[in-house]
């Protein structure tokens, strides 16, 4: 019997799709013209819920990693999976923060006056509908609600299974509260079938979605794109490199690279390949040992480096697989480069153009790294940790796109609109 894969799967004739794509079609009509005042009132009860209701909330997640630690998930999913005391009041913040953002919708932008008296400019409008498909994090179901209602889309989101516990408990008083504030039904729905034929469903489904966003690995990315008739913006695989130029100031440096891949290492901002200027690396490599072996750090060191970090509890020789790898763990890749030069050539072949850094006191290195390196965030003596929609001061994100066309990093409430022309004019006629 042939295996059956996602790309072997037929979509049903009438699923739960057609109903919740119609009801958030029907929603985004109204969702587009309401007031700031009616969306921040509803983001702030579904702030102040959030914190009242987090006994369910936490209850509902427990289930979900008893589940994910019986399939055997690795840690990085697992911790991607966590909602406790201290993620929900984290979430609740940024729900109030999204709520005092200005809102885009009927900004205009670009206004000007023609030669012959015509007032041309842009107006931003929502997008529409958004269909978003997400693994393993529970806190997106709040992210993309919030920006979804504060753009004025409408959005139908498709959670992993693993997570279908946490999901449900979130979108559920997230539907409520925005319901009782004054939000039209449909506008936030959440897909309850687990079947893999709801993927490729939502992926096609151009009568409903305006957008799809998906947000997960590799597999799901690719499926995205080789399957989706619906546009689709891609982003969220990170291959994540800090170089540390020979100006570099070790103090800075040391406790940066340490953040940037302990601070949350299943995140995809989290840093995969360390690239050393050669001639830094006595002074460098082992006060950067000392640190990084405290919290448990394995490394995959080319050969200069291995000589230099003889006696790290954890150390192993790189394999050409390991640089371009996206850990998402306590794995780290370091190679010993000649110059400026190399660095760029590594980043160039093995980076995914999420998040790259450089550390360097060296004013012309700095500029010509951020001019040469080719990522959706590039860095100057900080942490790559800060490529995130709330550090950005977006309040949160839908996700981080790598793709050059729309959106780029970061996508907040900006990034969920698009335009329209405005001609004002005086009974102009064309000559």
């Given amino acids: ?20 794509g119609q009801e958030a079609r029907a929603a985004a009509r109204t969702l587009a013209f309401l007031n700031t005042e009616s969306k921040n009132r509803a983001l702030e009860a579904l702030a102040r819920a959030l914190i009242d209701q987090k006994a369910e909330i ?12 019986a399939a055997g998930l690795g840690e ?26 200005s809102d885009p919708v009927g900004e205009t932008i670009d206004m000007r006056i023609l030669p012959n008296g015509l007032q041309v400019g842009k107006r931003r409008i929502p997008l529409g509908v958004l269909g978003v498909i997400y693994e393993s994090r529970p806190n997106v179901t709040v992210d993309i609600a919030c920006l979804a209602l504060k753009s004025g889309n409408a959005v139908v989101m498709r959670g992993g299974k693993e997570a279908v516990h946490s999901n449900r408990a979130l979108a559920r008083i997230v539907q409520e509260c925005f319901y009782t504030n004054g939000i039209p039904p449909g506008a936030v729905a959440l897909m309850q079938d687990q079947d893999r034929a709801a993927v490729l469903e939502m992926l096609r489904a151009r009568a409903y979605f305006d957008l799809i966003i998906p947000r997960g690995g590799a597999t799901l990315h690719r499926f995205a794109i080789e399957n989706a008739t619906v546009p689709v913006v891609t982003g969220g695989i990170g291959v994540v ?27 995809c ?19 950067l040992g000392a640190t990084l072996k405290k919290s448990g750090v394995r490394l995959h060191v080319d050969d200069t480096a291995m000589d230099t970090l003889a006696g790290y509890p954890d150390l ?11 850990w998402l763990s306590m794995d780290l890749s ?22 790259e850094a450089i550390l360097t006191e060296n004013y012309s290195n700095a500029q010509r790294f951020l001019q040469e390196v080719d990522a959706a965030a590039v860095f100057v003596n900080a942490s790559t940790r800060f490529n995130d929609g709330a550090q950005f001061g977006l309040g949160a994100e839908v996700a981080i796109s790598t ?26 006629v064309r000559p």
């Fill in 76 to 101: 990085a999913l697992l911790a991607r999976l966590v909602l406790d005391d201290k993620s929900l009041t984290a979430m609740a913040a940024d729900v109030r923060t999204v709520a005092q953002l």
């Fill in 269 to 287: 901002n989290a840093l995969d390949t360390l690239l050393v200027h050669r001639s830094i690396v006595p002074q460098l490599l082992p006060l």
């Fill in 334 to 355: 370091v190679k010993i480069v000649d110059d400026f030069d190399a660095a760029l050539d590594h980043i160039y072949s093995y980076g995914s153009g999420h998040s």
């Fill in 403 to 428: 793709q050059r066309l729309h959106a780029r990093g970061p996508m907040g409430l900006k990034e969920l609109t698009t335009y329209k022309w405005i001609v004002l004019g005086e009974g102009h």
């Fill in 1 to 20: 019997m042939m295996e059956k894969t996602l790309d072997t799967i037929t979509p049903p004739a009438a699923s739960e799709l057609a109903q919740k």
């Fill in 241 to 267: 490199h800090i170089y540390v130029d020979a100006s570099a100031n070790i103090a800075k440096a040391i406790p940066l690279i340490e953040n940037s891949k302990i601070q949350k290492p299943s995140a």
């Fill in 58 to 69: 936490i209850a509902a997640n427990q289930i979900d990693l008893s589940g994910g630690h």
């Fill in 316 to 326: 192993e020789p790189a394999q050409p697989a390991d640089f371009g790898h996206e």
